[in-house]
């Protein structure tokens, strides 16, 4: 694995945590949108 990392530059390893975070910040709220506290909140209003 640190072979890997050091043959890919130092560019690529933030690319891939840039990118996971930018998948995270759309599945969390994806997931938090169908949970049973989100629709009792909808449904309070």
């Known amino acids: 694995m640190g072979a890997a990392l050091a043959a890919a530059g130092e560019a ?3 690319y ?3 990118r996971a975070l930018d998948i995270a910040a759309v599945l969390g709220p994806m ?3 169908f949970l049973p506290s ?3 909140h909808l449904h309070g209003r």
């Open 12 to 14: 690529e390893p933030t």
């Open 16 to 18: 891939h945590t840039v």
């Open 31 to 33: 997931v938090a949108m």
């Open 38 to 40: 989100s629709g009792a």
